[in-house]
């Protein structure tokens, strides 16, 4: 795993609608790594948009799927919204980034949202900002 480092982001708000979906994204599929993207506008995270997971061994690894990543970035741009991040679950282990998962995000993912279902009866979900050596948390906060 990276070094985790400061982040300049103080905090993200994202609603406990986007929350909860991408949660439930993640429970649906609970053997194998989810992905997609996150759209929003002005730094608030808004929708999020699936996308398959291309990797070789998707229980371990993910990697967006090019086709699907360029149409998920379409139809985020058709909505007025931006690239915020990129997000993925971890079926078994701390949804902390590891080399790949930064690898895997591109260079132009912003952030990296982490969907952990490694704990019995809390599902938890964190952020991260890529740096040069690593990640940084970026707190989240879930508003009504």
């Not at 701390?94 to 969907?115: E, M, N, R, T």
Request: hydrophobic share 40%; with cysteine.
């Amino acid at each position: 795993m990276p070094g985790l480092q400061e982040t300049r982001l103080t905090m993200l708000l994202i609603s406990r609608q986007l929350a909860t979906r991408l949660l439930g994204a993640a429970q649906a599929a609970p053997h194998c790594k989810v992905c997609g993207l996150i759209g929003g506008r002005d730094g608030q995270p808004l929708h999020h948009y699936p996308v398959a997971n291309a990797a070789a061994d998707p229980a371990t690894e993910f990697r967006l799927d090019s086709a699907q990543r360029d149409q998920a970035e379409q139809d985020l741009h058709a909505n007025g919204e931006e690239l915020l991040g990129v997000y993925h679950s971890h079926p078994a282990t701390p949804p902390l980034p590891s080399a790949s998962d930064l690898q895997a995000c591109g260079d132009s993912a912003g952030l990296l949202f982490v969907i952990s279902l490694n704990t019995k009866g809390v599902l938890e979900m964190r952020a991260f900002e890529p740096t040069a050596g690593g990640a940084a948390e970026v707190p989240l906060q879930v508003f009504f």
